[in-house]
């Protein structure tokens, strides 16, 4: 009898270890299509942010380029910037445009094309202080950085005119203007600073001329790529003095 038990005991033992040894398909199959998953959220990751990455390469000097955009670079060229990209109807213009923030400053970014691929970026900063004081504060803000880097501008052009910010006659309104620009060589580059700053005084809600009339630009060209195969137009011969008198 005890022999019938123990007989009995070993044929449920084995039976339990091969419940134990056997698998569900169907549960392997759901780990395979976790995996696939897995791998194709990894490959669209990669895809979407692989455009947004500069090359390590190509150099960020502006000797190269502005911000790793070479010089000489073909318009259907992409350009890499975490910049919001602005669409202009006009497709046959050869500008790229962008808006975005420069440190504190708000700005509008554009690359000029030529026939010999990239040669300027134009950058217009909004202006939000309508007063000549502080625009003229915010230009020398950005020279002292520029000069921090490329060192003291080679040519310096300050001019004010107009009336000062204590003018008050409302009947007589007046501007009050500033002529700022400095450069820079930075070869083969070139870098232009200009403020053309115009302020109608004294401010009021009732101003003559509505709208701000001042322009603050940053410009970094190559003049190397200053080539355009349209025809310049034709000089003019200055009749001789002796055809005046």
């Known amino acids: 009898m005890k022999r019938l038990y123990l007989f009995l005991f070993f044929v449920q033992l084995g039976y339990s270890q091969d419940d134990s040894l056997s698998f569900n398909p169907d549960?392997?199959?759901t780990a395979n299509v976790s995996t696939d998953?897995?791998?194709q959220v990894s490959a669209e990751s990669i895809s979407q942010e692989s455009p947004a990455v500069l090359d390590p390469s190509i150099p960020l000097t502006i000797d190269a380029g502005y911000k790793g955009f070479l010089w000489g670079s073909s318009f259907q060229t992409t350009i890499i910037t975490n910049f919001t990209k602005i669409n202009k109807?006009?497709?046959s213009s050869m500008v790229k445009s962008f808006v975005g923030n420069l440190g504190p400053d708000s700005a509008h970014v554009h690359y000029f094309f030529a026939d010999s691929g990239f040669w300027k970026v134009e950058i217009d900063f909004v202006i939000h202080d309508l007063s000549v004081e502080k625009q003229v504060q915010t230009?020398?803000?950005?020279e002292k950085n520029i000069s921090e880097v490329y060192g003291p501008p080679s040519k310096i052009n300050h001019k004010e005119s107009g009336v000062s910010s204590a003018y008050s006659n409302l009947l007589d309104q007046r501007f009050s203007n500033a002529?700022?620009?400095s450069s820079w060589k930075a070869e083969p580059a070139v870098?232009?600073?200009y403020l053309n700053s115009s302020v109608l005084l004294p401010k009021s809600d009732v101003s003559i001329f509505s709208g701000n009339y001042s322009i603050l630009k940053l410009v970094y060209y190559n003049p190397d790529?200053?080539?355009s195969s349209s025809p310049a137009p034709p000089s003019q011969e200055l009749p001789s003095i002796f055809e005046i008198y």
Do not use: Q
Not at 139 to 142: A, G, I, M, S, Y
């Open 139 to 142: 230009f020398l803000r950005h």
């Open 89 to 91: 109807p006009d497709t």
């Open 191 to 193: 870098i232009e600073l």
């Open 37 to 39: 998953t897995l791998s």
């Open 27 to 29: 549960s392997l199959e």
């Open 225 to 227: 790529y200053m080539y």
């Open 179 to 181: 002529f700022y620009r």
